[in-house]
């Protein structure tokens, strides 16, 4: 139905910036939300930030609040994450995810992309 590619992971030293982008294929016209998840090994999926397409509300964990922004482009059915200060916790693989309904937008997305690798070395 929907298809999410991410790109734009890669090394980076402590302090860095990367822009992370998820671009959106199939159905996506009536995507509820998007968001960004990382998994690092041995740590559960964490989700980092959330979108709201219609109203652009957003929501970021605390863990990264203030360093990162996640951010849209509809026509071009994009959804992007800004990442600043990174730390070397933040490295992960990242995930973009979208959901078509609002249950679903805590955790239990419904598409996701094949993740991009980050990671910040000190």
């Known amino acids: 139905q929907v298809q999410l590619v991410e790109s734009g992971g890669g090394s980076v030293l402590a302090g860095g910036s990367l822009r992370l982008s998820c671009a959106a294929s199939?159905?996506?016209?009536?995507?509820?939300?998007m968001a960004w998840f990382r998994q690092a090994p041995g740590k559960e999926r964490e989700r980092v930030a959330r979108?709201?397409?219609?109203?652009?509300?957003?929501n970021y964990a605390d863990s990264v609040k203030g360093r990162f922004t996640i951010s849209q482009d509809k026509a071009k059915n994009s959804l992007y994450l800004q990442m600043n200060g990174l730390k070397p916790e933040d490295t992960a693989m990242y995930y973009c995810?979208?959901?078509?309904?609002?249950?679903?937008?805590?955790?239990?997305?419904?598409?996701w992309g094949q993740g991009t690798q980050v990671t910040v070395s000190s």
């Open positions: 979108l709201y397409t219609s109203s652009g509300i957003t």
């Open positions: 995810a979208a959901g078509m309904r609002s249950y679903m937008c805590s955790s239990n997305y419904n598409y």
């Open positions: 199939g159905d996506t016209a009536n995507t509820y939300c």
